[in-house]
């Protein structure tokens, strides 16, 4: 079956840096767009960024434009979020997820696999 693993969150200091990772398996993970959505507490999950199967092109939320880049290894079947200059409220837990879909996927109902989170905390 599909499955999606998190690596690289942990505690950090505003301003500071983080590198997530997604390894995939059981897909084929060229097929797949890839998102990374993080939940605060008390909130609602939100999107953060998502990338087209090619990589060829990303989409990211208003709030972390700028300063995270997310990108693929098709040939790795690994996603990450580069996050550069964190703020205490990207604090939350960070998952990825998967669409079977050659679009660029922005909404979160479509995606259908999902790893089991990572938490980054960012001190002020």
């Known amino acids: 079956q599909v499955q999606l693993t998190e690596s690289g969150g942990g505690l950090v200091q505003a301003g500071g840096s983080l590198r997530l990772s997604c390894a995939a398996s059981g897909l084929t993970f060229s097929s797949y767009a890839m998102g990374w959505f993080r939940q605060a507490p008390g909130k609602e999950r939100a999107l953060v960024a998502t990338?087209?199967?090619?990589?060829?092109?990303?989409y990211y939320a208003d709030s972390v434009k700028g300063r995270f880049t997310i990108s693929r290894d098709n040939a790795k079947n690994t996603v990450y979020l580069q996050m550069n200059s964190l703020k205490p409220e990207d604090t939350a837990v960070y998952y990825c997820?998967?669409?079977?879909?050659?679009?660029?996927?922005?909404?979160?109902?479509?995606?259908?696999?999902w790893g089991q989170g990572t938490q980054v905390t960012v001190s002020s």
């Open positions: 990338i087209t199967w090619s990589g060829g092109r990303t």
């Open positions: 997820a998967a669409t079977r879909s050659l679009l660029l996927v922005k909404t979160e109902r479509p995606y259908d696999a």
